[in-house]
């Protein structure tokens, strides 16, 4: 119900208790709270998700199995998200309380589980740290890491936060070594971009045209309201205009012939970006990669960024990309491709830069060299090269491609479930999985250790150097 207050409710002992529960989902010397409870008696309380019913829908199938769900939203667009009044507390108290408020609701309804979309919004990442104090499972779904025909489904952390940065290669290839995992082509296309736009449009409609109840909300991307409304309606506009200039430009460089190298962009205020990155900003990592293909890649080569699927402008890019092609005198060499679909991209490329895309992963699908300068779940030292990048413009270091598929395959076996969170499709093709493994004592990684039963330990408590973030070499800043 909108508007609910709660008490001042220290939370009952068996709530508060000191957990030992660790970010890397080993062991607890103290039993989960979850773990202490049938399903008839877990409560999960979920927070912001994806776009669209994806959560409505994941909380009707937990009800099935007898928990009780609850939801806690912030704006119009997260109630007109969640269609069960009787189960929805609006927030509607200034941020700076928002860590004592979700203390108290967690104690006063003997929340067991917590859900989210991510785990780096403010919101989450306060969450997150109250749930873990009072030793409640954390429960993070987010895009998948070999997208665009799985979805991430990890415990307590995702992107930079999961277990699988601090998991050496050499220990996957154990687990899945005579092992029958399945290994399905990635698909080259994203098909849910249309209904993650249309949904995206309708959420921020509500915030937009009825959040008047909603009067101390702060979006979390660092732009108001209306500008995120107005961002997301010129994408629909746009959408076939951008279409057919893109394809005249992907047309243009095929037929031109020269080698290229493909730069995948991100989104600057997705949690990746923000939050595992050593870039302050997106021109930054532009001006890097500007600079060193000046410097070290051979005259012939052309150097390619692509945006993201989902980018909307908020940036200037392509401009941005004019002027400093132009202040290191390769204007002739650099080529601008606003989204559209990455695999046929993929195919005539000599390697792929980025920060931490997880598109980079269709890239060493392929055996392509990977530069990667971010801190990402695929950050190895078989799969990303170690070159400075303009060393690896001048001849990039190809991947150890057979340890890649033994990686894939694991994560295809752990933490990655088909479908995804747009379409009704992919929705319903990971609903089918996604509340069994949510009910499951063991994480992903976990179970599938459980179930090779013969297999060696893993000690995801080691972080090697691979967690760290990798140095560009010698690069200039973007002005």
């Keep these: 119900m909108e508007g609910r207050q709660l008490t001042d409710h220290p939370g009952s002992a068996e709530a508060s208790a000191p957990s030992a529960q660790a970010g890397d989902g080993s062991a607890n010397v103290v039993p989960l709270l ?10 999960f309380l979920f927070l912001q998700g994806p776009h669209g019913p994806f959560f409505a829908e994941l909380s009707r199938l937990l009800r099935a199995s007898g928990a009780e769900t609850r939801r806690i939203g912030f704006n119009r667009g997260d109630a007109f998200e969640w269609p069960e009044a009787a189960t929805y507390t ?27 979309y991510g785990d780096m919004r403010e919101v989450h990442r306060v969450a997150h740290q109250r749930a873990l104090a009072r030793n409640l499972r954390i429960h993070c779904f987010e895009e998948g890491y070999l997208r665009p025909y799985w979805a991430t489904y990890e415990r ?52 937009l045209l009825r959040n008047g109840f909603y009067p101390n909300f702060v979006p979390h991307r660092g732009v108001t309201v209306a500008e995120e409304f ?45 939050d595992h990155s050593p870039f302050a900003t997106q021109r930054d990592f532009l001006g890097a990669c500007i600079t060193a293909f000046a410097e070290g890649a051979p005259r012939h080569h052309r150097l390619v960024f692509k945006a993201h699927p989902l ?33 046929p991209l993929l195919d005539g490329a000599r390697s792929a830069v980025t920060v931490n895309s997880t598109a980079a992963q269709q890239a060493l699908w392929r055996g392509l060299p990977v530069s990667a300068h971010g801190r990402a779940v695929y950050q190895k030292p078989e799969f990303v090269s170690p070159q400075p990048l303009a060393a690896f413009f001048r001849a990039p270091e190809r ?30 093709t990971l609903l089918r999985r996604a509340v069994d493994m949510m009910l499951d004592p063991l994480d992903p990684y976990d179970a599938f250790a459980r179930d090779g039963r013969t297999l060696p330990d893993m000690a995801p408590d ?18």
Excluded: C
């Design 34 to 43: 979850a773990e202490r409870r049938s399903p008839e008696q877990r409560r």
């Design 90 to 116: 609006a927030y509607r108290e200034a941020p700076s309380r928002w860590a004592d408020w979700v203390d108290a609701y967690l104690a006063e309804e003997d929340i067991t589980d917590l859900v989210l």
């Design 156 to 207: 307590a952390g995702v992107n930079g936060n999961s277990r699988l940065v601090h998991m050496p290669v050499a220990d996957m290839q154990a687990r899945v070594a005579g092992r029958d995992v399945e290994t399905p082509e990635a698909p080259a296309t994203w098909g849910a971009l249309w209904h993650h736009t249309w949904y995206g449009f309708l959420y921020h409609a509500n915030i």
């Design 230 to 274: 107005a961002l997301h309606t010129s994408r629909l506009l746009l959408y076939p205009l951008k279409g057919l200039r893109r394809r005249w430009r992907e047309r243009r460089l095929r037929r031109a012939g020269m080698p290229y190298h493909l730069v995948l962009l991100q989104l600057s205020h997705d949690s990746a970006m923000r």
């Design 311 to 343: 980018e909307d402008g908020r940036e200037p890019l392509a401009p941005t990309l004019r002027r400093l092609a132009a202040r290191a005198g390769i204007s002739d060499r650099v080529d601008f491709i606003d989204g559209g679909k990455l695999g």
């Design 399 to 428: 991947p150890d491609s057979a340890a890649y598929r033994a990686y894939r395959r694991y994560l295809l076996g752990t933490s990655q479930v088909r479908g995804g969170f747009y379409t009704r499709q992919d929705r319903q």
């Design 462 to 479: 080691t972080a090697p150097e691979t967690a760290k973030i990798l140095p560009l070499g010698r690069v200039s800043s973007a002005p």
